[in-house]
């Protein structure tokens, strides 16, 4: 009866944790609705309640309140340390808000061989330097000494 009031104070955390973006689409994969969010924050305020009540009943009103801090305290350790540091089973799935553009592709032999190619085309060094001629950046004969 004693470990009542710890269980519910870690199910109410771990439905708090479910609340929020981020667990909630990495855990389940999918988005969180603001109605499930809903009901799932009055899940955990009615946990919270219930175990406020049985921590009451088993330790009185003076040790109740304490064991309950206690009881929450460790059940947010318990809930959030599980929902940030267990491993997940299968790889979560890109969301639009993780989008950082498209995924890069791997290096090819070819790919290689076309940037091992540009760096050695004149064309391109003649571009670079008929752009320091123009003033657009520092002629390499200038950069090291002070004028």
């Known amino acids: 009866m004693t470990a009542l009031p710890f269980l519910l104070s870690a199910f109410a955390f771990l439905l708090f944790g479910l609340a929020t973006d ?3 689409g990495k855990r389940l994969r999918r988005p969180c609705p603001s109605r499930r969010r809903a009901a799932l924050r009055a899940g955990a305020c009615t946990c919270l309640a219930l175990g406020f009540a049985l921590s009451l009943g ?3 009103a003076v040790f109740g309140p304490i064991g309950w801090a206690a009881s929450v305290m460790s059940g947010a350790a318990l809930a959030f340390g599980g929902l940030n540091f267990v491993p997940l089973r299968r ?3 890109r969301q639009p808000s993780d989008f950082r553009g498209p995924p890069r592709r791997p290096a ?3 790919t290689i061989s076309r ?3 540009s760096v050695n085309d004149p064309t391109e060094k003649s571009q670079s330097c008929a752009a320091a001629r123009s003033g657009l950046a520092a002629p ?3 950069i090291g ?3």
């Open 22 to 24: 981020q667990h909630h």
């Open 58 to 60: 088993v330790w009185g």
């Open 91 to 93: 790889p979560p799935s």
């Open 108 to 110: 090819t032999a070819q």
């Open 115 to 117: 940037s091992a190619n």
């Open 140 to 142: 390499p004969s200038s």
């Open 145 to 147: 000494r002070s004028t």
